[in-house]
């Protein structure tokens, strides 16, 4: 309906965030620019916050795409209400680690190989979390330690 009223080609409303709609404004601008500096720079953790609704995770998509653009390994965390095992498992199916996804030993050590291979490539393997405000505070140690 409102795709012929305002003469819209595609829809502008989905489930997931569709980087193309995304208005950058200036801010929106410098956060994307201080992702991608925190990735480049390897500054460990780069923390995106706002308000509810002004295109945290549009943002997040936008980074996804540069990090394809530049062939960056990357896993994605889209559902931050997941217990350790299931952290382990999503970040093994991202990075296509090849491993017992189910063994958290297993998933360790094929991650441990992929980040010497990479760093030794000179290369940089992110990890993006959406929404991680809402992690169990044992997913968040996992990720800390």
């Known amino acids: 309906m409102y795709n012929a009223f305002f003469g819209l080609r595609e829809s502008p409303f989905n489930l997931s965030p569709d980087p193309s ?3 950058r404004s200036r801010v929106h601008e410098e956060a994307l620019a201080n992702l991608i500096y925190g990735v480049q720079t390897r500054k460990g953790f780069v923390v995106l916050t706002g308000e509810v609704g002004t295109g945290k995770t549009t943002l997040l998509e936008c980074l996804r795409d540069y990090l394809e653009e530049q ?21 093994a199916h991202d990075l296509d680690l090849e491993c017992d996804r189910k063994s958290k030993t297993d998933v360790l050590f094929a991650l441990n190989a992929l980040l010497v291979q990479k760093a030794s490539e000179g290369r940089t ?3 993006i979390v959406d929404e991680a405000h809402n992690l169990e505070w044992e997913v968040l140690e996992e990720i800390l330690y």
């Open 21 to 23: 709609f995304l208005y």
């Open 71 to 91: 062939q960056c390994e990357f896993a994605f965390i889209f559902n931050s209400r997941i217990t350790p095992s299931q952290f382990f498992e999503m970040v």
């Open 125 to 127: 393997t992110v990890l």
